[in-house]
């Protein structure tokens, strides 16, 4: 079984703190994702990973940025949060059948 | 990014009734997934569609990728109460490389009645 795992399901943070969220996956895959989802818009791609140290920018990069060290670790980060960040942040991972799994994700508010 | 249009937006079923959902869109994909989502939780797989054409079930659940590759359905069967959630689509068109971008529905919010 595919096991995809964030490292927290609920965060409330302040506006203008740096954020760390945290995905940790088990099978080795080369590509991971980070998405977020809100009512009405969906899921939407912010960044992408498809290697260690390798990211491309997804459809709504501005006000993130990624970091994979580890094969096993996608991190996003808010440099700066602010109230339209908040959101409910999925983390995903490609197999090797182009199938993508994801994490249980993470609310976040920020105030 | 391109939106797949997904309908329809919300069902309210009786318990034991079959359920249809599909997908469209203007593109072609190479893959076609099928997502569950509960409140509060990340999308579960439920089926996935690697063949145009391809008719695959699971359990209760049936998919199939559309003949043009533009198109997909989800059928549930004798429909029970932990039915209940957010059904999404999502196509995929591995264009080369390091694009595996996955375009998803709107969701269609599915309600069980006892």
């Known amino acids: 079984d595919v096991k995809v795992t964030q490292s927290s399901r609920y965060l409330v943070k302040r506006t203008g703190e740096k954020v760390f969220l945290e995905c940790v996956q088990d099978?080795?895959?080369?590509?991971m994702f980070w998405y977020r989802q809100d009512p009405g818009l969906g899921l939407r791609l912010i960044y992408f990973?498809?290697?260690?140290?390798?990211?491309e920018k997804g459809d709504i990069p501005e006000g993130y940025s990624v970091s994979r060290e580890k094969k096993e670790r996608f991190s996003l980060i808010l440099e700066s949060a602010s109230t339209n960040q908040t959101s409910m942040y999925l983390c995903a991972t490609l197999s090797s059948t182009d199938t993508q799994y994801f994490g249980p994700g993470t609310r976040l508010t920020v105030l | 990014g391109q939106q797949l249009n997904q309908s329809p937006q919300s069902m309210f079923i009786q318990e034991g009734e079959d359920v249809s959902m599909n997908c469209t869109s203007s593109?072609?994909?190479?893959?076609w997934l099928w997502y569950k989502q509960d409140p509060g939780e990340g999308p579960v797989l439920l089926i996935a569609?690697?063949?145009?054409?391809e008719l695959t079930s699971n359990g209760r659940l049936t998919a199939q990728f559309g003949i043009t590759r533009k198109d997909s359905f989800l059928n549930i069967s004798a429909s029970i109460p932990s039915d209940v959630g957010i059904y999404f689509c999502?196509?995929?068109?591995?264009?080369?490389?390091?694009?595996?971008?996955?375009?998803f529905g709107k969701g269609t919010l599915l309600t069980v009645n006892p």
């Open positions: 999502a196509g995929q068109l591995h264009s080369g490389g390091s694009n595996y971008k996955l375009t």
């Open positions: 593109s072609i994909f190479n893959t």
């Open positions: 099978m080795d895959h080369e590509n």
């Open positions: 569609l690697y063949k145009a054409g």
């Open positions: 990973s498809y290697d260690v140290k390798m990211k």
